[in-house]
């Protein structure tokens, strides 16, 4: 995450229904989704960006401009909305969605978490304290 990083929002997908697809399963599980967003919840955290999981449904149908609903099938790659002519790439109109539904999220929100309460192994955050140099005798 960078410092121009405001808000990080992903798709809060069921990951176990997803295994049950046999043509998805192996590619699911070989990825890791969970420890994956494991790790950006922890960074989010470490450097106070909010991460926001937003409902899947309908992301990919609706119309990122209109909202109006636009079926399509998986091997459908544009989305084209008969009512206003938006035309994009269907993962590009997806990810207009989800960031609309996290910012929706997140009217009135005024902070962040205070810091980062465990480490990368889970374990509760230690806190380093500074402490002063041994200082040298005169003489």
């Given at each position: ?17 997803l295994?049950k ?67 994009l ?51």
């Amino acid at each position: 995450m960078s410092r121009l990083t405001i808000l990080f929002a992903y798709e809060a997908l069921q990951i176990r229904h997803l295994v049950k697809n046999r043509y998805l399963a192996k590619s699911i599980a070989d990825a890791a989704w969970g420890r994956f967003l494991w790790w950006v919840r922890y960074y989010g955290t470490l450097h106070r960006v909010p991460v926001i999981g937003v409902e899947p449904a309908f992301t990919t149908q609706n119309c990122s401009r209109c909202g109006q609903r636009v079926k399509k099938t998986l091997s459908m790659r544009t989305h084209l909305c008969p009512g206003c002519g938006l035309l994009l790439d269907r993962d590009h109109n997806a990810a207009l969605n989800i960031l609309h539904k996290a910012l929706q999220g997140t009217v009135g929100q005024t902070g962040t978490d205070e810091g980062v309460s465990s480490n990368a192994s889970g374990q509760p955050a230690a806190t380093r304290r500074r402490t002063a140099a041994p200082r040298k005798q005169a003489g």
